[in-house]
């Protein structure tokens, strides 16, 4: 007997506890007071909302500030278009290059010969950067095929080498140009 005792007592115990600490806790939060997750309490707010008030907020302000809003629009309207002509330029590009003809590259362009045999071509004593091989290829040295060649500085590029009988075919990422050699 003394164990169902003991057992009781424990089970009237947690019984009190858990239905005092409900009484607490609603008393403490303030019954009926509870935030349900979309109600005027505690909206649900979506992107298309806050994009429209701001945009609102916006045209105040530069309307308060005399802005012209149309001179503006045309403004971004032009950054726009400039910025889709770089990310143009981030396509890769087949390139052929004839024989009596080199490919010089731009600021930051990227080269990739495909086919033919070709060397570097600098006008300075700098090189081209060999980034498969982490070397630099100075004037006149073969370009592996299949290496990504970077030019930091513009006015570097490709030739096709002597002796070859056909031009090279070259991947072009960013801006270049054929020059005659």
Known sequence: ???????????????????????????????????????????VVT?????????????????????????????????????????????????SVPLTKRLVAKDGAEFVVRAGKAVAYSSDANGISDLTDGADITNGKSVPNNHLILFPRGGRGVQAAEGQKSGLTVLVRGAYELQQQ
Do not use: C, H
């Not at 809003?69 to 396509?91: I, N, P, V, Y």
């Open 1 to 43: 007997m003394n164990g169902k005792i003991k057992t009781a007592v424990v089970v009237a115990t947690l019984g009190a506890a858990i239905l005092l600490g409900t009484v607490l806790s609603n008393r403490v939060e303030g019954e009926g007071d509870t935030i349900t997750p979309g109600s005027v309490n505690d909206p």
């Open 47 to 95: 992107k298309s909302y806050i994009d429209k008030q701001v945009a609102d907020i916006v045209k105040s302000e530069l309307s308060k500030q005399g802005v012209d809003q149309q001179k503006l629009q045309a403004t971004l309207d032009g950054f726009r278009k400039e910025l889709d002509k770089g990310q143009s330029g981030q396509s890769v590009e087949v390139v």
